[in-house]
């Protein structure tokens, strides 16, 4: 029995790696801001987000739309996914607290904590039974009416009726029937428990037909040390069953644990929704396109984080930028540059793991791979100067890249002058542009950016922060050619505080 | 088959009197100096149960002895064979584990599981042995020898019959299978009756939640083999259901309590030499070190061998992960006496162990270390290594030492070795002079075989018997020993050439620095 709600046939592994560059990603675009939304202060809710988030690179398009139908599903049944994703927690929770016995060396022990873990979960999985025929026909999603028709004709009454059954035998009030080989100086091994057959007749068969002869003998109740030897044989005997049924409780524990982990990713994406919607911003599901085209479209396009941040609408961006690879963006500081490429990042990953994304419209080609590369304020190991940190991380990229790559550069080989750090950035972006990498530069070399500007390249783009006459901005992007001044001047006068 | 035991004594001993010398041996004496006490408890350790230390302590003085043995040695090079045998005696010692272990259990049905376990093993190793010497052509001698003698005792009917007949009541009690039920302090036992298996109908229940793998809560028994009174009680009953079975057991145990073969039960144990000695060799083999099979003559004193080393030094060594370093050594014609000086710690007294361990060991047949070797065949050998803990009394020490070297000479005939290391070191410089001379004539005289460490340069030149070898330092840094010890003319002097080749003023380096 499976969940499958993260991938069509599939579990989601939390385990499973995130890409080398986590670190980076969840530094450069300010991913913690993301997660803790999610987890609204909910540990596990926060990993779950963090891994979903992160390993959505792998996802294809299908896995893609597979998501957004059951998250649809989840938006407008939050109670329901809420009911069943507190269930399999309280499962969890509940068993943790039947904790005697569990590393026990009795098997007899073992057996009776199984026996009550049993219990337990019987009474859980009723009730998920019962949530589901009542849901079943709210859901649209595959992965929804999968996952609850599953439930339905797995756990039915006659299953149930079997477990109540195995339940009542294994309290062995007809005593235990265990055989055996001669192993070893002829002791006794290989014991296995035997289940006492029944007769059509009545309740237990005569063990002990008058075919077979058998000989019988008593412990008597003075004897400690036979009666020690005795239960010693008896919990031989039911180590096999007692194992059996503590791996089966652990089998049906894990997919309490699965139904958890796969909601609570959906949980994470509720909690987002209803921030976001508390101030009002827009939220769409994206329309992923295959890898290997290029597309970047979108209306009101915002930093997510910086929504989150500041509590607040923001300034969204809109671009149509189909077929295009680089797109170079130039300008003021302050000037949104950086929220932009951010904004680029934070959708590209919530789009690929089946998330709504932070605009009115989106849609993009999938990738593989996700890069950033930021200009770091200090270098704290102090080996190397800040060009060869640069490079040095470069170098650690290009180890990585494949051709449907995106990558993000903010402010990259700046820690030279302009001539050497435009030419080291036109070779580097020459190369990568070869390989239709998709590149999005924000920078201040002008000699760089022009460079790629007078080439008047198909496929790429040019957008600078927009300056208003005020000396103001709006923290909109426009389509631009680079400019060789930036506005650092305004950024000086107001901080000093200083008019015109 | 009393026929073939006659032509076959042992694998180890050619003439039935050198056998029976086992029964009166202990270590030689120049054990300890030689530091071959600690060899021969390298080699023998974890095998105790052979006793194999008193066929080191056998010096043979006979070549046909010693070239039986080197054959035996050469032969079990081929690791087929070699492993066939260790397998065998690794078959017999679990045989023997298991008598052991039956001895010690008090219920008289697990005593006999236990002894028919131990034949089953006997029979299969005796039969897994012949099948592999049956298709491989023995060369040796001794293994040659021991071949016949196995195929008649595998054809014999005392055999035949008791492979088959362990194998049949094995087969049959582990076709045993009963039932016990429990049910408050009553326990009933049955034969078992296609009862199925309730945890395999129980995982079944479970098993569409299986999602991975899940820890283990098997519960490991951990019980002696000998059994509780509810065990045994258990047993009995089972035997009272199978009482065929049993009271077959019962009659076998009682025939077959003499089933291991006087012949074969000797091969197994003196065929632990070679095995021993050969895991021994292959210790120093794997790091590149050389043995060989010696020449041995008790023709001629000339002797050599290149790339030997100290044993026991070289064992300590290995496991340090240190380097050791080979030493060559030879003597011609007339040259029968090493005399040994240079700067101490420099490998002088390691150089003499190695000579008389070489010389020991090769004549109890088994290889030796280096690349090639011509060993003289001594009737005895002597050695006399400097005490340390006597400074004490000087005086009594210098008599001692003195009494010894005596003894030595007094027993030694001409076709002995003696070793003699830094003896008079604690006397005055002209009576180690004195002494050391007149020592040494005696041994001149005697046409023995002689190596002598001493810090003496003047007994070099004493006679064309001699030859001078030194223990040398590294050119480049004087500091450091290289534990070689060449043929040169003893003399402070290669201690002020090997300073000025560091610094590259020898006369050819200046010849080579100074262009024209």
Redesign the interface.
Known sequence: MKAYLMYKNHDFDIEQELPKNEAELIQDLELNTLFNAMANNDKFLFDVAKKAILTGLKNDIDTILYRQEILKDCLNNPLVIKEIYDLAVEAIEREKKVYFGFLSRYPDVILSRSIEVLQLFLEMLKKLREIALENLNKFQSDGFKTFFNMLKQELSDDYFLIIQNHLKQLKFNNGVLISAELGEANKGVNYVLRKQVKKNTGWVKNLFSAKSPSYTFYISDRDESGARALSELRDRGINLVANALAQSTDHILSFFNMIRIELAFYIGCLNLFNVLTEINEPLSFPVPVPINERKHSFKELYDVCLALTMKQKIVGNDLDADGKELFIITGANQGGKSTFLRSIGLSQLMMQCGMFVPAQYFSSNICDNLFTHYKRKEDFTMKSGKLDEELSRMSNIIDNITTNSIILFNESFAATNEREGSEIARQIISALLEKHIKIFFVTHLYEFASSFYNKNLENAIFLRAKRQQDGSRTFKLVEAEPLQTSYGEDLYKSIFNEKY | MENLKKNFFSILFKKSEDKLRELDTSQPSFFVDLNLDQVIDTITIGKKEYNLKPFFYIHLNDIETIIYRQEIFKELENIALFESIKSFARSINTMRDYIS??EK?YYK??K???FL?AVEIYCNAVTSLFNFLSSFEIKSLGLLNFKKYLIEYVNSDIFISLKEETKKLIAD??S??????????????????N?????????A??E?????A??????K?T?P???????A???E??A??YSDIFSNIDNYCIKNKNFFDETISTFDREIQFYITYIEYMNIFKNSGLNFCYPIISNETKEIYNYDGFDLALAYKLLNENSKIVCNDFYLKDKERIFIVSGPNQGGKTTFARMFGQLHYLATLGCPVTGKSAQLYLFDKLFTHFEKEENIKNLHGKLQDDLISIYNILSEATSNSIIILNEIFNSTTLKDAIFLGKKIIQKIIDLDLICVYVTFIDELVSLSEKIVSMVSNVDPNNTALRTYKILRKPAGGLAYAISIAQKYKLTYEDLKERIKS
């Open positions: 272990k039956g259990l049905l697990q006999e599981r236990y376990e009690l582990n045993i299978k009963y039932c016990i039920h429990i049910k408050g302090n009553t326990v009933k036992v049955r034969k078992y009756e009862e199925p298996d309730y945890s395999v109908e129980v995982e229940t479970f569409k939640f299986k999602q991975g899940v820890k283990d809560y098997l519960v028994f019980s083999v000998d059994m509780n009174h509810v065990e009680r258990i047993l009953l089972v009272q259901l």
